[in-house]
């Protein structure tokens, strides 16, 4: 079952509508966007998820984001469905989508997909690296103070969209990714496990990562180079 490559074309199918929906954009307790274009993609997803699957739980950004108890399900399923709302609901093309399934505790699937520019990368697809870049993605968090203690020899750049981030690093567009304030497992656990099957590192609160699930509700600081 390809469960990324088939969400992917229902996101496809549903992409005029979606984007008919980026003036609806409301801001959340925390400062960040919502709007009615994540919540399609969101039920698009779900809708797919109960068709397809028995035995598992689905964790989303914009629901079922305190899920702490995930044992006995053998579908995991992480669900960003709109990366980069700001992006978005700005009139930006580089807003994304990403999944990343579990399968009885082990890594299974992951998807980055960025709709507006037609690309999608799942699990088991190769991308042709490049391999001079020096840029630096970084966070579209950063405060002046997190800018004084960038090294140099680097090209930073903010995007504002994490799977955006991702898919260059592994791209090779950028060199690395780093993110300082920490993002939640939807955010990174597509592209860490697809830059982990493209040969990159990935440190994770100072920690080699290695494939493993991401607990929801907890912030995780990492680099991918």
């Not at 899920?67 to 980069?84: C, K, L, M, N, R």
């Not at 990174?188 to 080699?208: F, Q």
Request: hydrophobic share 35%; charged share 25%; glycine share 10%.
């Amino acid at each position: 079952m390809d469960i990324c490559r088939d969400i992917y074309s229902i996101i496809r199918s549903k992409l005029n509508e979606i984007l008919e929906l980026r003036s609806t954009g409301t801001l959340k307790a925390d400062n960040t966007f919502v709007s009615e274009g994540d919540l399609l993609c969101e039920s698009l997803i779900f809708s797919y998820l109960k068709d397809n699957l028995a035995n598992y739980i689905v964790i989303s950004e914009e629901s079922n984001n305190d899920i702490s108890d995930i044992d006995g399900a053998e579908f995991v399923v992480t669900v960003d469905p709109i990366d980069g709302t700001e992006n978005f609901v700005s009139g930006l093309k580089e807003w994304g989508v990403g999944i990343s399934v579990y399968r009885n505790g082990k890594h299974y699937q992951s998807m980055i997909a960025l709709p507006e520019l037609d690309i999608c990368f799942c699990t088991g697809e190769k991308l042709e690296r490049i391999k001079k870049s020096r840029i630096c993605g970084l966070s579209s968090y950063m405060t002046p103070e997190d800018f004084e203690v960038l090294g140099g020899g680097l090209e930073y750049r903010i995007m504002g969209c994490c799977m955006y981030n991702m898919y260059n690093v592994i791209h090779g567009s950028y060199k690395q990714f780093q993110h300082l304030k920490g993002c939640f497992s939807w955010d990174i656990l597509p592209g860490i496990n697809l830059a982990l099957e493209h040969g990159l590192s990935v440190i994770i609160d100072g920690k080699a990562y290695n494939g493993e699930f991401l607990k929801p509700g907890m912030r995780y600081m990492f680099e991918v180079y």
